[in-house]
């Protein structure tokens, strides 16, 4: 295989690496070893154009009328996205988000191993929530700094979120993983990713009503 960097591959590809993932494990799963760029196409509704040329950057060539060997791409996919060796991560605000995603275990197979809960209420230190133990976020500096932590996921209130990613960041953060709705302000040595669950509700909720109303008129009649 050749070596084949992520830096050189658009974000719009790097965010659907997950879903072809998805596909080729559950194709692996029926026993299936070759995929073309069509067949994963078809079933994520996309343009066999676009997978190919996603599946381009990860420099395994598919043969033709075979395909893509399947353990092969996954590997080459999960090594791009430095997801074959899970990094550690905090998780700063164990409320009911906080919580869920303590909960979740698929987080592994993603690159991301959450292994500490942080929040500033004291009813919660010293617990554990989903086998993750919850510390006060004093803690967070000695820690990060302990474990090596360069990670966090942010599930804290809006108006908490920029004071704790400032902690977070003076104690060596270098990636967070916010879900807070508000911007946050970091330096150029630090990245931030916002998540927004409404993104996808606003398509559902758009897709829903186009289709309910295309239902209520009925089909166009027959000229
Ligand atoms: N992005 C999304 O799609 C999405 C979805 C749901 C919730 N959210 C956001 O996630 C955040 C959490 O939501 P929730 O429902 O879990 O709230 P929650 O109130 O249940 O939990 C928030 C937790 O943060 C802790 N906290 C508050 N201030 C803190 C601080 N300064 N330092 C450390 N911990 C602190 C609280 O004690 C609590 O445990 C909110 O900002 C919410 O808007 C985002």
Redesign the pocket.
């Known amino acids: 295989m050749e070596d084949a960097s992520i830096q050189s591959v658009p974000y719009p590809t790097i965010k659907r690496y997950p879903a072809y993932l998805q596909v080729l494990k559950e194709l692996k799963s029926t026993g299936i070893t070759t995929v073309s760029a069509r067949d994963i196409a078809e079933r994520l509704g996309l343009n066999q154009v676009q997978v190919r040329k996603d599946l381009g950057y990860s420099a395994i060539i598919g043969r033709p009328k075979v395909g893509y060997d399947i353990e092969q791409l996954t590997s080459a996919l999960h090594q791009l996205l430095g997801w074959q060796d899970p990094k550690e991560a905090f998780l700063?605000?164990?409320?009911?988000?906080?919580?869920?995603l303590l909960g979740y275990r698929g987080f592994q197979e993603y690159g991301l191993d959450i292994v500490a809960a942080?929040?500033?209420?004291p009813s919660?230190h010293n617990t554990a929530i989903h086998g993750k133990k919850v510390f006060p976020?004093e803690r967070v500096p000695e820690l990060a700094k302990r474990m090596g932590v360069l990670i966090a996921v942010l599930?804290?209130?809006?108006?908490?979120?920029q004071?704790?990613a400032d902690?977070l960041i003076q104690a060596g953060i270098r990636g967070i993983w916010s879900?807070?709705?508000?911007k946050i302000e970091v330096p150029d040595n630090v990245v931030v990713q916002?998540?927004?669950?409404?993104a996808g509700l606003a398509v559902l909720s758009v897709r829903l009503s186009e289709m309910l109303k295309h239902e209520n008129n009925g089909p166009s009649a027959p000229v």
């Open positions: 700063i605000g164990a409320g009911a988000l906080g919580s869920a942080f929040d500033l209420d919660k976020m599930t804290v209130p809006e108006s908490a979120a004071e704790c902690l879900f807070s709705p508000c916002r998540e927004e669950l409404s």
